[in-house]
């Protein structure tokens, strides 16, 4: 077992992150003691696993108590550590709601249609499904269009896409923007997805005509400018 931890951990480490359907992956999915030395080791480092099983792959973040050790340091606080700058955030957050928040949707709506409610741990039985027939991705220009002057202009709505495509957050092809190996996993589903629901992000793309798992309310008027919470 700890040949195969030290392979998945180092795998883990420089490649940033895997494919759930990898052998190693799918063990530390569905064997709990290989799953438990996982997180024992990681926890060791300050780090734990990131995954969830509407994701397609997993990935390591910090643990929540070491954000202050990290982002804490200097005399502003950082919103991540992957040198993103404040528009880069916001895009970040935009294609996120336009990518996952509709995938998600989609992805419950199978499973609760084929019986799956995904009631074990760790979710494995009924793998729920992936790929791009689920999340089939936005034009750019359609971004673009609806939120490109918000985000610094073409020049810098062009450069900060290029950036988010090299990190692993979003893929670029036929000027479609699909989702990346990260975008599921770095951010926290269960504290952002309430802010732009509720918020006037939510309205923003209920105008857009993008669908949303809930109606919107009026809110936070300043969604575009809230920093996501990066786990990495």
């Known amino acids: 077992m700890d040949q195969a931890l030290n392979i998945l951990l180092a795998r883990l480490l420089a490649h940033r992150f895997i ?39 997993i990935a390591v973040g910090l643990k929540p108590e070491m954000e202050d050790w990290v982002f804490g340091e200097g005399e502003n606080w950082l919103s991540n550590n992957m040198g993103l700058p404040r528009d880069a955030i916001a895009l970040l957050v935009v294609l996120w709601a336009l990518i996952v928040l509709p995938k998600r949707e989609r992805q419950i709506a199978r499973a609760e249609g084929a019986g799956d409610t995904q009631s074990d741990m760790f979710g494995e039985q009924k793998p729920i499904t992936h790929g791009e027939e689920i999340a089939p991705g936005v034009p750019e220009d359609a971004v673009y269009a609806d939120f490109g002057k918000k985000l610094g202009g073409k020049a810098r709505f062009s450069m900060n896409l290029g950036q988010l495509a090299k990190l692993g957050f979003v893929v670029r092809r036929n000027k479609m923007i699909q989702e990346g190996p990260l975008l599921d996993l770095m951010i926290d589903y269960a504290k952002l997805a309430p802010r732009i629901i509720e918020g006037a992000l939510g309205e923003v793309l209920k105008l857009s005509g993008t669908r949303i798992a809930v109606e919107a309310e009026p809110g936070d008027d300043e969604a575009l400018d809230d920093s996501a919470e990066l786990e990495a």
């Open 19 to 57: 494919p759930r359907r990898d052998p190693l992956a799918r063990r530390a999915l569905i064997d709990e003691g290989f799953r438990e030395s996982l997180e024992h080791r990681l926890n060791e480092c300050g780090l734990q696993l990131l995954e969830n099983p509407y994701a397609e792959y």
